[in-house]
């Protein structure tokens, strides 16, 4: 039986906005019918990629392109009109258009209240696009449905769509390509089975990360410490000094190699193992190098 892929006519007419939503991104201010993004095709600080809300267009003033929502998918996705065509038949992208409310001229990428994000639904994760950016950091969707859920949430009046990892407080840390924040309350997460060997991260990917690589050498069992913020360290001393050994994983930056260097004067049981992963930042961007490097 023959398939009836979206036509160009009926993805030219699906909401531009409410599109890139769904994919993640958020606009970073708001000017009218423009709204203005981080360009989704590449790493910036200042937004040059806008969408006209009244004509349902998009330009990206970085490199001189624009046009239709067919335009973008095809650079996007690098892929062919049908392919992206096909992508569009997901019901994530078939919904009727609506107007977009506007939201204040402020970046949502960057440290947000938490006060102001209201936790909408909390569920396993299916989104593509969830599935397509745990792709981008090499972690395994089977994975990441073992320690993160799909959050929608509200910010500012739009609902966003994230990856969510649970602290022990009830709070989530939340993100997408576009997004990087946490909801209320900030806490550290415990990953514990009652293992006298803690190993302390900053971050939830570097943990993923981690985790899948020693997983695969046996290395486990253990106890796991994201500390979700370098400002949680001190305030977690007495829960890692309950431990016989505690393993530093800590970011290769001024910030994480300042904190390790404090854990370690804490007593002979800190030790920093950040060497193992060299020259790169965290666990995450290592296994990315190393996954690009066997691809390439």
């Known amino acids: 039986m023959s398939r009836n892929f979206v036509s160009c006519q009926e993805a030219k007419r699906l909401d531009m906005v409410r599109y890139l939503s769904q994919l993640g991104y958020q606009p970073k201010t708001v000017r009218g019918s423009d709204y203005w993004y981080l360009s989704p095709f590449r790493e910036e600080r200042t937004p040059s990629f806008k969408i006209n809300s009244k004509l349902n267009v998009w330009y990206d003033h970085g490199v001189g392109q624009g046009?239709?929502?067919?335009?973008?998918?095809?650079?996007?996705?690098?892929?062919?009109i049908k392919e992206f065509l096909i992508k569009l038949e997901s019901p994530l992208f078939l919904q009727q258009p609506m107007p977009a409310p506007q939201i204040e001229s402020q970046s949502v990428y960057a440290k947000t209240s938490q006060s102001k994000i209201k936790i909408l639904a909390v569920r396993s994760i299916s989104s593509r696009f969830l599935k397509n950016y745990l792709s981008l950091r090499q972690i395994p969707v089977f994975l990441a449905m073992q320690f993160c859920k799909e959050i929608d949430f509200e910010l500012y009046g739009r609902t966003i769509t994230t990856l969510g990892f649970g602290n022990r407080?009830?709070?989530?840390?939340?993100?997408?390509?576009?997004?990087?924040g946490s909801s209320s309350p900030k806490d550290i997460s415990l990953i514990s089975d009652g293992q006298q060997?803690?190993?302390v991260f900053?971050?939830?990917f570097s943990f993923l990360s981690f985790y899948l690589i020693n997983a695969i050498q046996d290395h486990l069992p253990a106890s796991f410490l994201i500390l979700n913020?370098?400002?949680?360290?001190?305030?977690?001393?007495?829960?890692?000094?309950?431990?016989?050994?505690?393993?530093?994983?800590?970011?290769?930056?001024?910030?994480?190699?300042?904190a390790a260097q404090t854990?370690?004067?804490?007593?002979?049981?800190?030790?920093?193992?950040?060497h193992l992963?060299?020259?790169y930042k965290d666990w995450n961007e290592c296994l990315k190098d190393h996954h690009g490097r066997l691809k390439s």
């Open 229 to 258: 913020s370098l400002a949680l360290l001190e305030k977690s001393r007495g829960l890692m000094d309950q431990h016989e050994k505690v393993f530093l994983h800590l970011d290769r930056d001024q910030a994480g190699q300042s």
């Open 67 to 80: 046009g239709t929502l067919i335009d973008f998918g095809i650079i996007y996705y690098k892929c062919s």
């Open 169 to 180: 407080s009830g709070g989530f840390e939340l993100r997408s390509p576009k997004f990087k």
């Open 277 to 279: 992963y060299g020259e």
């Open 197 to 199: 060997r803690l190993f």
């Open 263 to 274: 854990a370690l004067r804490w007593g002979e049981k800190y030790r920093d193992e950040s």
């Open 202 to 204: 900053e971050g939830f």
